[in-house]
């Protein structure tokens, strides 16, 4: 593999922004988590959203502590998954948005509360309410790893991703070439 001229300086800050740069080259999905019940609700956009395991099924998210959510997970104990489909990307920026917070931020989308009370997004590709299992925290963020109470899988497949600071809609019947482009490095055969 070849060598670039990336290297690490003495200013954290650059430092930062250069690892922003690497990290934007990695392909994820994009997901909402859900936290509160009632009148106390919240979200944030995610993209590190991972599976922990199936044996038993455990899923694990990293999320900043200063988020709004991460005081309601942590309190409560309870948090819900709504991964985003190809059409959601206003979604997914209006859960980003800084101006907005609490229950602001579900105005005009469709939702209603799961088993648990956690708010589910209507139209998610998938929704998984969890009970959190542990949060191990590091720095700015919290992870939280989370036992599934129960999901719910739309017939849905297109997904929405974010790369290089884009979000990318996914159509498997059209983009299935572009799919195993952003998720899979092609390897070059020797």
Same mark, same amino acid.
């Given at each position: 593999?070849?060598?670039?001229?990336?290297?690490?300086?003495?200013?954290?800050?650059?430092?930062?922004?250069?690892?922003?740069?690497?990290?934007?080259?990695?392909?994820?999905?994009? %997901?909402?988590?859900?936290?509160?019940?009632?009148?106390?609700?919240?979200?944030?956009?995610?993209?590190?959203?991972? %599976?922990?395991?199936?044996?038993?099924?455990?899923?694990?998210v990293s999320i900043n502590r200063?988020?709004?959510?991460?005081?309601?997970?942590?309190?409560?104990?309870?948090?819900?998954?709504?991964?985003?489909?190809?059409?959601?990307?206003?979604?997914?920026?209006?859960?980003?948005?800084?101006?907005?917070?609490?229950?602001?931020?579900?105005?005009?989308?469709?939702?209603?509360?799961?088993?648990?009370?956690?708010?589910?997004?209507?139209?998610?590709?998938?929704?998984?309410?969890?009970?959190?299992?542990?949060?191990?925290?590091?720095?700015?963020?919290?992870?939280?790893?989370?036992?599934?109470?129960?999901?719910?899988?739309?017939?849905?497949?297109?997904?929405?991703? &974010?790369?290089?600071?884009? &979000?990318?809609?996914?159509?498997?019947?059209?983009?299935?070439?572009?799919?195993?482009?952003?998720?899979?490095?092609?390897?070059?055969?020797?």
């Amino acid at each position: 593999m070849a060598r670039t001229d990336f290297h690490l300086v003495d200013g954290a800050d650059e430092i930062e922004q250069q690892f922003r740069s690497v990290m934007r080259r990695l392909a994820g999905g994009v %997901s909402i988590i859900t936290a509160g019940r009632g009148a106390e609700i919240t979200g944030t956009t995610v993209t590190s959203l991972t %599976s922990l395991g199936a044996t038993p099924p455990r899923l694990l998210v990293s999320i900043n502590r200063q988020a709004s959510c991460f005081a309601l997970i942590e309190r409560q104990r309870l948090f819900g998954v709504n991964i985003l489909g190809s059409d959601q990307p206003e979604v997914a920026g209006r859960f980003s948005n800084g101006r907005l917070n609490g229950g602001r931020r579900f105005e005009g989308i469709a939702w209603s509360p799961g088993l648990s009370g956690v708010p589910l997004l209507s139209h998610s590709l998938a929704t998984i309410e969890c009970q959190v299992e542990e949060i191990i925290e590091r720095h700015s963020h919290g992870i939280v790893v989370g036992s599934l109470l129960g999901f719910e899988l739309s017939p849905r497949l297109s997904g929405l991703v &974010y790369w290089n600071g884009q &979000y990318i809609e996914i159509d498997p019947d059209n983009d299935l070439d572009l799919l195993a482009e952003v998720s899979i490095p092609l390897a070059h055969v020797r």
